[in-house]
């Protein structure tokens, strides 16, 4: 990122609350008004009041100063009111954004990327752009407006002084740009470790398991070790940087100060200053060295900003589902007379997946999609409710191309039960009913057609059970059951799509289920990826896959004579149909 689009970014940060930020550099300006004041109030003090011993004087300047004071102090509420208000939101806002963003991203993004490092990124992220809302990063110009106002009230006091204080600007400036530049890089590192840390914690929770039985968990913690290691060597460099500058800041502070009280003597003896004009000239210093402190302050906290606006630039500018301009809205009414794949192809990192896939599915169709593992039954799937687009060729309804549609409105007229499926931590009614458009009855009947009615009625809380993170509380076929429930529970839908719905349940489970898929006309079209000969003996039409390529499409007779793989394959799972009916009974 160049350093103008940084600052583009930022002003478009701040530019919803634009009129808050004027309000607060008004008042700054106001309050930083009675700090010159101050000092000029003290000199008259000393000068008058103490020096020639003038009481009544003396006591009207120390009321002037506690009336500044007081003044400052109320413009200060006001000031906290406005910047309260701009400190809450702009997290809020990045937050909003983030997650709107995250619904919206494409499905692959995920594929790709440890959920753990995704959310510790944008957590990171948005605090260290959110630290742009520090006050004194919004009224930065302020700063340069005291720095200016303070130099000018020093020539007035005392010019040749004030020469003195203005060479040691640029030195303490130079050094500051310098050590950005290293706090920059050195801060791109930090956030790379700690992306790796969190892809570390991640894998860890989630491979637990596989930690503990295989006995890896000294070679997790070497690997760890690794990366705290290069970390705290990163964080110690950084503190390094940090301590430079302060220990530059404090020996030009000092040196300066010395200065001043060396030559400020020389200037009383010939009379050039008066006492009160050196203390004056040295409150006055510090209100441009304060000012010129933060601006380097600001500098150092940009090193941080820098990198983790980019990042989350790049997060939010990925590519997102975001409908075509013309897309229609693929209605309710409209009826589904046929899907149709033209030429399709899809490649996944540039390996094809599928190649040149051509078939049709009709109005009223059972039609089964088989392979072996990795023929691409499960990239069909993705096509077809647009979690990936095709590389090559278009897949058509009614002889529209599906991305003609709204994401939205065409994916509702799908009913999808996917091989992974999640289930929230929530109760088994509410992870059916997600869409809270179901009665409790509807609830029920969904389950008794997924078979998952007789297992809940023996949970502690029955349809209120709660079921833990992704179901943790329950079997595998229990899971899956309260997944197809969910799946045969939404309302409008016409086309039923099942990935190997019912891969985990036990044969008569299973049986019972097909038994009533086959009879139900619920459905324009039902689309089933399953390798149960009893099933594909009887649906309409088999679309047989091999290594990403259409092999043959037919009823189960006709592939059963033409494709001796297709044999072979359905022979073999016969055999192990027998056994699992045998292991039933
Ligand atoms: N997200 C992905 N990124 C890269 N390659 C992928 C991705 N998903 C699938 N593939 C590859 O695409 C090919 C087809 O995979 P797909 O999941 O469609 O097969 P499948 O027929 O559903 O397999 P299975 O029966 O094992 O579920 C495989 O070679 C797989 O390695």
Not at 220 to 235: G, Q, W, Y
Not at 382 to 411: A, M, Q, V, W
Not at 497 to 502: G, H, I, M, S, V
């Amino acid at each position: 990122m160049k350093h103008n689009d940084l600052w583009i970014s930022i002003r478009e940060l701040f530019h919803p609350y634009r009129k808050n930020i004027w309000i607060i550099s008004i008042v700054m300006l106001i309050t930083s008004g009675g700090s010159f004041l101050t000092p000029w109030l003290t000199k008259q003090l000393i000068d008058i009041g103490i020096i020639k011993m003038d009481f009544s004087l003396a006591m009207q300047y120390v009321g002037l100063i506690f009336l500044v004071f007081l003044i400052q102090q109320i413009f200060g509420v006001v000031q906290f009111h406005y910047y309260k208000e701009v400190s809450v939101r702009v997290p809020y806002d990045l937050n909003n954004r983030a997650c709107k963003h995250v619904l919206s991203i494409r499905t692959k993004f995920f594929k790709d990327r440890n959920f753990s490092v995704v959310m510790s990124e944008l957590f990171q992220d948005i605090a260290n752009i959110s630290s742009l809302t520090d006050t004194q990063f919004l009224t930065s110009f302020v700063n340069l407006f005291k720095i200016f106002a303070g130099m000018a009230a020093l020539f007035y006091i005392n010019w040749k002084l004030t020469l003195v204080m203005i060479a040691t600007i640029p030195i303490k400036m130079l050094i500051s740009s310098l050590l950005y530049k290293k706090q920059v890089e050195i801060y791109k590192i930090i956030m790379r470790l700690q992306s790796h840390f969190s892809a570390w914690l991640g894998d860890a929770i989630s491979g637990i398991v596989e930690i503990k039985v295989w006995g890896i968990i000294g070679n997790r913690i070497t690997k760890l070790k690794v990366n705290l290691e290069e970390s705290k060597n990163a964080k110690s460099k950084l503190m390094f940087y940090g301590y430079v500058d302060n220990l530059s800041s404090s020996f030009m502070t000092i040196m300066f100060t010395c200065a001043l009280y060396l030559y400020g003597a020389w200037l009383i003896q010939k009379n050039e200053i008066s006492i009160g004009g050196l203390v004056a000239f040295i409150s006055y210093s510090s209100l441009v060295f304060e000012p010129i402190s933060i601006i380097s302050y600001l500098i150092t906290q940009l090193s941080s900003v820098k990198p983790a606006f980019e990042r989350f630039l790049r997060f939010i500018g990925t590519d997102a589902e975001i409908d075509k301009p013309d897309a229609v809205e693929l209605s309710d009414s409209t009826p589904i007379n046929e899907i149709k794949f033209e030429n399709v192809s899809l490649a996944y990192d540039h390996e094809k997946a599928l190649d040149q896939v051509n078939f049709t599915i009709q109005q009223g169709e059972k039609v089964a999609i088989i392979g072996l593992n990795g023929s691409g039954k499960s990239s069909i799937v993705n096509l077809l409710l647009r979690f990936y687009e095709p590389t090559e060729g278009s897949i058509k309804i009614n002889d529209n191309d599906i991305r003609e549609y709204t994401f939205e409105s065409y994916r509702s007229v799908w009913s999808l039960m996917a091989q992974d499926n999640y289930l929230f931590n929530d109760t088994v009614a509410n992870n059916i009913n997600i869409s809270d458009e179901l009665t409790m009855k509807g609830i029920s009947e969904s389950c008794k057609k997924s078979g998952a009615y007789s297992f809940i009625q023996e949970l502690p809380d029955k349809m209120d059970t709660r079921v833990g993170y992704n179901g943790a509380k329950l079997s595998g076929g229990q899971k899956q059951k309260i997944a197809l429930a969910r799946t045969l529970a939404r309302n409008n839908t016409k086309i039923l799509l099942l990935d190997e719905a019912t891969s985990s349940y036990d044969y008569y489970s299973e049986q019972i289920f097909n038994e009533e898929l086959l009879l139900s006309s619920r459905y324009t079209m039902t689309i089933i990826i399953t390798h149960r000969s009893e099933l594909l003996k009887r649906l309409d039409k088999i679309i047989y896959l091999h290594g990403g390529k259409v092999v043959g499409i037919g009823n189960f007779d006709e592939l059963y004579t033409s494709q001796e793989s297709f044999r072979d394959m359905i022979t073999a799972t016969q055999k192990e149909e027998k056994q699992n009916a045998i292991y039933a009974f």
